[in-house]
C-alpha cells in the first residue's frame, strides 16, 4: 500500500488542523493505521491509531481529547483532526498502516507515508 499524508501547515496555537492519510493499493480496510510524528532531534512518536473497522481508536496521553483519529474506508483515507494545538505539537506527521495489529510501537507498522510538516506558533 502507498500511503499520502497531507494536510499539514504553520498554525497559531490554539487552532485546529486537519491531516488526511490517502492509501491506495490493497484493500485499505485491511490495514490497523496510526499516526506518528516526529519532532527535530527526538524519536518518532504514537499519536493516534484506529482500528479497521474505524471502531475503536488510541491515543497517546499527550493528545488525549485534543486529537481524533477517523478513517472513511470507502474513500480509503484516513484523518486525525487536532484541536488545540500546542507549539509542542509541531514536528513532521507521519501515517502508518499496520497488516497486523498495530499498537504504539512503530516496529509494528509495515507501510509509511511520507510525512506533512505541522508547525505551531506561539
Known amino acids: 500500500v502507498q500511503l499520502q499524508a497531507s494536510g499539514g501547515g504553520l498554525v497559531q496555537a490554539g487552532v485546529s488542523l486537519r491531516l488526511s492519510c490517502a492509501a491506495s493499493?490493497?484493500?485499505?480496510?485491511?490495514?490497523?493505521m496510526g499516526w506518528f510524528r516526529q519532532a527535530p532531534g527526538k524519536e518518532r512518536e504514537f499519536v493516534a491509531a484506529?482500528?479497521?473497522?474505524?471502531?475503536?481508536?488510541y491515543y497517546a496521553d499527550s493528545v488525549k481529547g485534543r486529537f481524533t483519529a477517523s478513517r472513511d474506508n470507502a474513500k480509503n483515507t484516513v484523518y486525525l483532526q487536532m484541536n488545540s494545538l500546542k507549539p509542542e505539537d509541531s514536528a513532521v506527521y507521519y501515517c502508518?498502516?499496520?497488516?497486523?495489529?498495530?499498537?504504539?510501537?512503530?516496529?509494528?507498522?509495515?507501510?509509511w507515508g511520507q510525512g506533512t510538516l505541522v508547525t505551531v506558533s506561539s
Open positions: 484506529i482500528s479497521r473497522s474505524g471502531g475503536s481508536t
Open positions: 502508518a498502516a499496520a497488516t497486523g495489529w498495530g499498537s504504539q510501537k512503530v516496529s509494528d507498522y509495515d507501510y
Open positions: 493499493g490493497r484493500t485499505f480496510s485491511s490495514y490497523f
